[in-house]
């Protein structure tokens, strides 16, 4: 998780961010919940890089199509 610095964080909320956060990151945290057979049943869509701590919007399939 990102414990660090948050000065140069921002708000890209909004338009779904694909797979990389605009600092190079692929890793992000995101809040989840699990269905009865363990896989994620849902996932909220503002997540936050891990790397710079920026908030950004999860993309979903549809937004890969």
């Given at each position: 998780m990102h414990h660090g610095d948050y000065s140069k964080a921002m708000d890209l909320r909004g338009t779904p961010i694909g797979t990389m956060c605009i600092?190079?990151?692929?890793?992000?945290?995101?809040?989840?919940a699990f269905g009865e057979d363990k896989e994620i049943a849902f996932y909220f869509l503002d997540g936050?890089?891990?790397?710079?701590?920026?908030?950004i919007t999860l993309p979903t399939p549809v937004d890969m199509e």
């Open positions: 600092c190079g990151c692929e890793v992000f945290l995101a809040l989840v936050e890089c891990v790397n710079c701590g920026s908030l």
